[in-house]
Structure formats: structure tokens, C-alpha cells
């Protein structure tokens, strides 16, 4: 069984360069909740939170070049703060929060085109934290994997 | 400074900043919904305030309205970005020479000796920064020694010519990455029974080589005809300075391509090595026509 996360390829650089390979991933049991039996939990996942929407809105962002993308704000928004913390808690260098910084500031939609992540379950099982009710857009189960190694999964742009 | 002295956003501390954009981003794991904003600290109540009223955003449509939290965030962002222009250079030479940005965002140049490769095979210095500009694939390859300041590394580009006055074929560019800069060594035209429908860059170097390269002289070793992220011991039998010119068993004219440097231990690192030969090559060119 896989599990499904829709992240910008910025992400996957960042993580990848500066966080040692390691990834956080939001992710769904389904790519896409619509085509879950109607009497399951995956099927109550919303389009806000359903990988397949989210890779259409990103990809869409990206074509249009649409810099007032809320998705595209608020991962950027969220990688500016984490540089910060990160670089508060000696965990990066000035440096490296620099590059950070220019990566997803720089005018280049090529970085958040979107990139779907095959994770087979088996291996994360252990590590899969419930997104919290709140937090979630509809009651279908929603995981956080806050320590992916690159082995773990496969990327897939399409 | 106290808190409540902000003047102007470009006061606040980054790090109140970050706090602040924390409470506003979704917390997975938080139960409680929405943008977090009670119980700041007085250097965020202040902060707040301020980039609230400089964006004309209330209290009540901050906690009740996504597209008034993204605003915000936008805001927070503009300002956490804000690099002196001398780090930001910095920054991109260091991205640049990891290849992690888009050949667009580098400059280009030619080796000194590029009049000669153009003397020889007509490749014009527009065509071949056209084809950088507006390459339709690309590999940034990376030294395994990624680690090793300053080790040899080397961009691939190509791009699918066509036109009335030629038949088809892929124009495919050798160039050394140097911080934001890629230097041109090299450009060869690729047959287009070569190519592919989703060409690697590499591949098509390869195959190019396998057909018109010639094998190159290396120390100790069997000779090549493609040295790809590799490491020579000279025992003085190559100079580095000729190096990949010395080339087995052929009077035949060539033209090399090396990306390399010989490190402090005497040790030449490569990025990639290879020589053609220009009769068979100059041929297929003709052929071209």
C-alpha cells in the first residue's frame, strides 16, 4: 500500500541539501480521494487536502505564473521562518540560510512545479503521526512524516 | 530597543518574524485551528500590530479570513528575504556551482582558446549562448567529491536544431560550472538517429564519443575515450597541461575537451576528458547539409 504527498520540486531541493535528505511530508492514503469507495474514510479527504488537487493547483500556479498562489506563499513563507529557526538553533549556517533564502525567492517556477512522492507504508508505518482534527479540511485520514529518508520513496512529475 | 519602539517593519527582528509567521502557517499537529495568535510575547503583540496596520489588515478578519492570514504571510516573507546584494551573489555563486540553478540564471563565457573550436567547426558564439538560453534539456552533473571545495564540474545542455538550410540534429554544449558562471568548452553537433524522445544529456555525449571519439593516454591505465568524474595519478609520462591530448595510436587530427584541475597532491581530478576526431566528425558534418 502507498501512501501519497504532493510537495514543489523546491522542497525536494531543500530538504535534500540542507536537512541532510531528509523529508517532511503532509500525505493521503489515496492520490486522489474522489475515486475512494464512497463508504471510506479516504474518500472524505477534501479537495484542499487531496494530492491530486493540490498537484493540479501548483501545476496550474505554475503555468500561469501566478506569484499570488496561497500554496506557493505559504511554503515559502513556512521554509523562510523554518531558515530562521534552523539557523537559530546552529542547525544550518548564515550561508546556507542565504541559499535558502534565494532559492525560494528566486523568480524561477520551475522550483515549484509540483512532484508527487510514492511512499510504500510498510517501511513508515511506525512513524506516521495523524494530522490532528483541526488541522485537517475533512475527516479522511491525513499523516505527517516528519523524517522521510530519500529511500523511502519515489518522485513522479507528470 | 523595546518592543514597542517599531517605527517601521524593517525594525522588527527576523527572529520575531519567524515567530510570527509560525503562529500564522498550519501546524499539523496542533489542535487548535486556524493562525495561533494568542498569548504572544509583547516584541510579536507589537510586531503585529504594526504589519496590520501598515497592510490595513483588522483583528478580526486576521483570525477569520485565510486570504488576510496569506497577506500577512506574503508580507513576513517579503521582509524575511531581504539579503544584502553582496550575499545574495554569494548565495547564487554557491548554488550555481552545486547546479542547482537553471542554466538561465548563470552567466556564460567561452576558454580562451574557443576561437579555434570556431575557427574549426564554424560554431558561432551566439548560436551556442542561444542554445544555453533556451536549452530543451539540461544535466548539471555533480562530482561524487561534491564536499571537496572547488572539485571540477561540468553542465550539459542541448537543444533540437532544425531548419531549411540543415537537416536535424541536437546541439549539445560541454561547459565547466563556475560558481553562477558555465563556461563554454565545447559544442557538438549529435546525430539525430542518436537522440532519443527523452534524451540524458550524458548518454548522448557517450554515444557521440563512441562513435567519433578518439582513446586518450592516461598513466598506469588502459587507454579511454571518455573519462567522466575520474582521478589521475600523473607520473610525469602526461603533462597536465596537454592533458587529454595525448592520444593513442592515430596522427590523425583532434580536438579535446577537458574539465579538470590538478589538486595540491598532484593529482588530476576530472570532471570529464574526452578528444574527437575531427576528419570522421567534420565529415558527418558535411553531411549535415
Redesign the interface.
Known amino acids: 500500500m502507498l501512501l501519497y504527498s504532493v510537495n514543489p520540486r523546491v522542497k525536494l ?1 531543500i530538504q535534500r ?1 540542507f536537512r541532510g535528505d531528509r523529508h517532511y511530508v ?1 500525505c493521503s492514503e489515496r492520490f486522489d480521494s474522489a475515486t475512494a469507495g464512497p463508504y471510506t474514510l479516504a474518500a472524505l479527504v477534501p479537495p484542499t487536502s487531496n494530492p491530486k488537487q493540490i498537484y493540479r493547483g501548483l501545476k496550474e500556479a505554475c503555468d500561469r505564473r501566478d506569484r ?1 498562489n ?1 500554496k506557493i ?2 511554503i ?3 521554509y ?2 523554518r ?3 534552523w539557523l ?1 538553533a546552529g542547525e544550518i549556517t548564515p ?1 546556507a540560510r ?2 535558502i ?6 523568480d ?1 517556477f ?1 522550483l515549484w512545479r509540483p512532484v508527487l512522492y510514492l511512499i510504500p507504508r510498510a517501511p513508515v508505518a511506525l512513524r506516521l ?1 495523524p ?2 482534527p ?2 485537517r479540511a475533512g475527516a479522511g485520514p ?1 499523516f ?1 512524516i516528519g523524517d522521510l529518508a530519500a529511500t523511502e520513496f519515489e518522485t513522479v512529475e507528470f | 530597543m523595546s518592543p514597542e519602539s517599531f517605527q517601521q517593519v524593517g525594525e522588527i527582528p ?2 520575531v ?2 515567530m510570527l ?2 503562529r ?10 486556524g493562525p495561533r495568535l494568542d498569548h504572544l510575547a509583547d516584541s510579536e503583540a507589537a510586531a503585529l500590530a504594526l504589519l496590520q496596520r501598515t497592510l490595513g489588515i483588522s483583528d478580526q478578519d486576521l483570525r477569520a479570513k ?2 488576510a492570514q ?1 497577506r500577512l ?2 508580507e ?2 517579503r521582509l ?2 531581504q ?1 544584502a546584494p553582496d ?2 551573489q ?3 555563486s ?2 550555481g556551482y ?1 547546479g ?3 542554466p538561465t ?1 548563470y552567466a556564460v563565457e567561452f576558454v580562451p582558446d574557443w576561437q579555434r573550436f570556431e575557427d574549426l567547426f564554424q560554431e558561432r558564439r551566439a548560436s551556442i549562448e542561444d542554445v544555453v538560453s533556451t536549452t530543451n534539456f539540461y544535466r548539471h552533473l555533480v562530482p561524487d567529491k561534491r564536499g571537496v571545495p572547488d572539485y571540477p564540474a561540468v553542465t550539459l545542455l542541448g537543444k533540437r536544431i532544425s531548419s531549411k538550410r540543415t537537416d536535424p540534429f541536437v546541439m549539445l554544449v560541454v561547459a565547466e560550472r563556475l560558481a553562477s558562471v558555465l563556461r563554454v568548452h565545447s559544442a557538438w553537433r549529435i546525430p539525430i538517429d542518436f537522440v532519443p524522445p527523452t534524451p540524458d544529456p550524458l548518454n548522448l555525449l557517450e554515444r557521440f564519443v563512441d562513435q567519433f571519439g578518439a582513446f586518450i593516454r592516461i598513466p598506469n591505465r588502459p587507454s579511454k575515450q571518455f573519462l567522466y568524474y575520474d582521478e589521475v595519478v600523473l607520473d610525469g609520462s602526461v603533462a597536465a597541461e596537454t592533458f587529454p591530448l595525448a592520444v593513442e595510436h592515430t596522427d590523425a587530427p583532434t580536438v579535446g575537451t577537458a574539465v579538470f584541475r590538478v589538486s595540491q597532491n598532484g593529482i588530476l581530478e576530472v570532471a570529464m576528458a574526452f578528444a574527437i576526431n575531427v576528419n570522421p566528425y567534420k565529415k558527418f558534418l558535411r553531411s549535415l547539409k
Not at chain 1, 533564502?101 to 528566486?106: E, I, S
Not at chain 2, 500564522?24 to 485551528?33: A, Y
Open positions: 531541493v541539501e503532509w499570488h496561497d506563499i505559504s515559502r513563507a513556512g523562510l521562518t531558515a530562521e529557526q537559530a550561508e542565504a541559499e533564502v534565494y532559492l525560494v525567492t528566486l524561477d520551475e503521526q494530522v490532528a483541526e488541522q491525513e505527517i | 527576523t527572529a518574524l519567524a509567521a509560525n500564522l502557517l498550519r501546524d499539523p499537529l496542533s489542535p487548535t485551528p485565510p486570504e496569506i504571510l506574503g513576513i516573507s524575511l528575504s539579503l550575499k545574495r554569494e548565495a547564487a554557491r548554488l552545486r542547482l540553478l537553471r540564471d
